[in-house]
């Protein structure tokens, strides 16, 4: 990386953390999913509400967050929203959980709510004009309500209406109301083996990948990403309107820029975030100039010392027999690194049980490290790649499924800090790639496919090693391979 470059990307990540949007009092947000309904229990909801808090509260929103909320819950959560809501801020309600429409109203239901006639609904739900008031009262300026509730009505046997999800809403200004399905039509929840429902998993993917994109354009990718993913069964929808521009972070910066120069999506920056980011872009460097640059910005920064060990002059190595520091190329003895054991290009991880390999498809290991320049798959071309692969004598290699795929994430800051305490991205100052370098060399930090299908057709899940961010992409992208095996 030359000097030039690395000052270009500093200064983006500068920008990137003064890039705000124009309310800059503060950003407020009350996040509730509902799961627990005695009627028709729901998989997703809370399970999107905690990740869509993680994802605000790392975008610099203060969140109020509740699950499983009765009637009194909702109501309480809403009073402290509005209290707390104030001038110049930034108002977000997300809602996960079954909702429906009686004589053109809108119901966001609790969990044991009672209610067995539709005439009930008024007196036993909520009603999102209630949460809409509490915005317009607070004068604010600019609120976001997102609503994943149009899920299939949980008492239609009962009711007569037959009034399928929501109703259109009368927007107050200067708010923007998001439905995971347009007005009148359902939305999906998914199946077990997701995490998250259709419209909020993709939703959060745009706002952790693209929180610099206006939100009318990042909902606009969403849409289109539910159309495909759905087969066109569902619709998203937005009304009202915004006065201002809104982004979640660094509203301005160009979505174009070559991925090189492109913005790291991360909070806003302080001076040791900037410094780690300037150490992290020259630390692999071969350009003495790198490290200058590095010490006359920092000279008694974290990594002096490590920087003027790289301007030093290397003493040649004896030429007597010294003991290796690096494992040879062959060997018969498992080498021990943290909860690693590892030989020529295998590691057996001691926790799980499975044999990896060490370096990714296309890599080759030399003894020393993984050489040469890894190869990217689509993912039915990723399944297909242990047909006829022989390693080390094992004919057994596979793709790993995601549960697999994800143990391998290493956060350096300790946040996750288990071995097994992964699914969520790393937090804190963590270095990449977010995974164990000396036990996995060369690994590069975009993403890594699991064989596992996500809960809709066309998508697969992965890994990926700048965050240790567990999601899906479509099967028609491009990503890297490290295959597993069972340990013996």
Not at 115 to 120: A, C, G, H
Not at 138 to 148: E, F, I, R, T
Not at 268 to 292: C, H
Request: glycine fraction near 8%; include cysteine; charge should be neutral.
């Amino acid at each position: 990386m030359t000097l030039k470059h690395l000052l270009t990307r500093l200064l983006l990540l500068l920008l990137l953390s003064l890039a705000q949007p124009c309310f800059a009092a503060g950003k407020l947000a009350l996040v509730i999913g509902n799961s627990t309904y005695a009627e028709a229990p729901l998989l997703n909801p809370v399970n999107d509400a905690r990740d869509m808090a993680k994802a605000l509260r790392g975008l610099g929103f203060e969140v109020i967050i509740r699950e499983n909320q009765s009637q009194e819950g909702m109501n309480e959560a809403a009073r402290e929203f509005g209290d707390r809501l104030g001038e110049g801020m930034v108002g977000l309600f997300y809602y996960a959980g079954h909702g429906m429409q009686v004589k053109g109203k809108n119901y966001l239901i609790p969990v044991q709510s009672g209610i067995k006639r539709e005439d009930e609904v008024p007196f036993r739900a909520f009603d999102v004009n209630q949460l809409l008031a509490k915005m317009e009262s607070a004068h604010n300026g600019l609120n976001l309500v997102v609503l994943d509730a149009c899920r299939n009505n949980p008492f239609e046997r009962s009711f007569r209406s037959g009034e399928e999800g929501l109703a259109p809403m009368d927007a107050p200004t200067g708010t923007l109301i998001a439905y995971a399905a347009k007005p009148g039509t359902k939305s999906k929840d998914s199946d077990a083996s997701g995490n998250n429902g259709l419209y909020t998993g993709t939703l959060l993917k745009y706002i952790n990948t693209m929180p610099y994109l206006k939100i009318e354009e990042l909902l606009k990718k969403v849409r289109l990403d539910v159309k495909k993913a759905s087969g066109e069964q569902q619709a998203t929808w937005e009304e009202g309107g915004l006065e201002n521009d809104f982004c979640f972070s660094g509203c301005g910066l160009s979505p174009n820029l070559p991925p090189a120069l492109a913005p790291i999506p991360v909070p806003a920056l302080d001076n040791t975030r900037i410094e780690l980011e300037f150490w992290n872009s020259v630390k692999d460097s071969d350009n003495p100039a790198d490290f200058q640059a590095y010490l006359q910005q920092y000279p008694s920064g974290k990594f002096a010392a490590l920087a003027k060990n790289r301007l030093t002059p290397v003493t040649p190595a004896p030429t007597t027999p010294s003991t290796p520091q690096t494992l040879p190329t062959v060997s018969d003895e498992w080498k021990s690194i943290d909860r690693y054991q590892v030989k020529e290009g295998l590691v057996k991880d001691t926790k799980t049980g499975l044999m990896w390999l060490r370096c990714s498809l296309g890599q080759t290991w030399d003894g020393v490290s993984c050489q040469g320049e890894a190869k990217r798959y689509a993912w039915d071309d990723a399944i297909k790649t242990p047909e006829g692969f022989n390693y080390s004598g094992y004919s057994d290699w596979r793709l790993p499924a995601i549960n697999e795929l994800k143990t391998l994430v290493y956060c350096s800051s300790g946040k996750p800090k288990l071995w097994n305490d992964t699914g969520n991205d790393c937090d804190g100052d963590f270095a990449r790639p977010t995974i164990n370098s000396l036990a996995f060399p060369q690994t590069n930090s975009t993403f890594y496919w699991s064989s596992s299908p996500a809960y809709f057709s066309g998508y697969g899940w992965y890994v990926a090693f700048i965050n240790g961010f567990v999601n899906w992409n479509p099967r028609g992208n491009s990503g890297y391979v490290r295959l597993v095996r069972s340990g013996q």
